[in-house]
């Protein structure tokens, strides 16, 4: 019999310091007013100083193991572009913070691709036969790594990690990922970039300048290509899946920006209501945000079993990809509040 990852579990976890708008506007020449109707976004979540990816990916991974009713899996595949360190990789950390044994464990890198990539590659190990479970968790700081007085970076992202559990499983039960499709397009790395810190700066010798060291993203550009981009790769999916668009409940997207959403909503002839969102209160959380965005629209029943749902994602790269499933019945913890709330968190302050 065929074999599909099937989606058993699910979490997503932010840290506890809210920074909204109003406080940005107080150290950033920038307004509530020009975030919320440029972006959507209101708060977001920041780490404190001492808290990293892998906390935040330790976090999520919990509550997703916990709604999957497991201790264990196979493997641990962990979407993130703002690692603990350059090298090595932050899974096998977070794999054995988890306790997860001597399973394998290793990054990805798609930046805010990057948790449809992790599915995808967490589902070939499943397809092969070489695991019958797979923690798939995006997970991402970028707060720590944005400019301190760049107000066109500072204002969107947010930190925080999301995590599914894959398991082995039927092509036809609920919850089986189906229609994947998945894109890049190198000739335009340059538009999301950390210019230092990489190879291609350290063999010069030189010592990085300070302002190459943080995330920089030239925003109408990536815009235009987000929406055309998520927009193909939503359809490729549905068409690959058998369903034809209007019988998709929901489309969980990558949380960049709200007006990316309805944008994406417009070319496809859509209604902007099927575009789940929680951009509000999260900003972008670059691989952690389509897991999250599942945690946070299940838990507002936004989201509900036996939907039709395509998630999809864009970033850095610059990259896509979007697969389909039936929403399958889940025990989600809360995001925010559960019993598991801020066992790792650092001391609480001022990120802003
Ligand atoms: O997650 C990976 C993929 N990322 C994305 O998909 C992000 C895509 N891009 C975007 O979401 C939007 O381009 C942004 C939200 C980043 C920017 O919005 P925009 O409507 O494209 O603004 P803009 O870059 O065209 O800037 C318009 C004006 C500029 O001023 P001038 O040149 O018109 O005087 C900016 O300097 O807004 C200014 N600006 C700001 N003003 C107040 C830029 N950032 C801010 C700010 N507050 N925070």
């Known amino acids: 019999m065929e074999r599909a990852a099937v989606v058993a579990g699910l979490g997503g976890w932010v840290p506890p310091t809210v920074v909204t708008n109003d406080q940005l506007a107080e150290v950033l020449d920038t307004t509530d007013e020009w975030i919320r109707s440029r972006t959507g976004i209101r708060e977001r979540r920041w780490v404190s100083p001492g808290q990293s990816t892998g906390d935040l990916a330790v976090e999520a991974a919990r509550r997703a193991l916990s709604s999957a009713g497991e201790e264990a899996v196979d493997a641990v595949v962990l979407a993130t572009s703002s690692p603990d360190r350059l090298c090595p990789a932050t899974a096998p950390e977070v794999a054995a913070r988890l306790g997860l044994g001597a399973a394998p464990a290793f990054d990805v890198a798609a930046v805010c691709t990057g948790f449809v990539y992790a599915l995808a590659t967490g589902a070939g190990m499943i397809a092969l036969g070489a695991a019958d479970s797979v923690l798939v968790v995006g997970a991402d700081a970028f707060s720590t790594i944005l400019a301190p007085d760049d107000r066109s970076t500072r204002v969107i992202f947010g930190d925080g990690g999301g995590a599914v559990v894959l398991r082995a499983g039927s092509p036809s039960e609920p919850g089986a990922l189906t229609g994947l ?51 193909e790769s939503v359809r490729e999916t549905a068409a690959r899946t058998g369903w034809s668009l209007d019988e998709i409940d929901s489309f969980v997207l990558h949380q960049a920006n709200a007006r990316i959403l309805t944008a994406v909503a417009r070319r496809l002839s859509l209604p902007p209501e099927r575009f789940l969102s929680n951009i509000g209160t999260r900003g972008n959380t670059v691989a952690a945000s389509i897991p999250l965005a599942l945690a946070d629209t299940v838990a507002s029943g936004e989201l509900r079993p036996g939907h039709k749902v395509v998630l999809a994602g864009f970033g850095g790269g610059l990259t896509w990809g979007s697969v389909a499933l039936v929403w399958p019945h889940l025990a989600v913890h809360p995001t925010e509040l559960s019993e598991f709330a801020a066992t790792s968190a650092g001391p609480a302050g001022s990120t802003v």
């Open 181 to 231: 499709n998945l894109g890049s397009d190198g000739t335009l790395s340059d538009l999301i970039e950390v210019p230092a810190g990489g190879s291609r700066q350290r063999s010069t010798g030189l010592p990085a300048k300070t302002e190459d060291t943080y995330f920089t993203m030239q925003g109408q550009a990536v815009y235009a290509q987000a929406v055309r981009r998520m927009a």
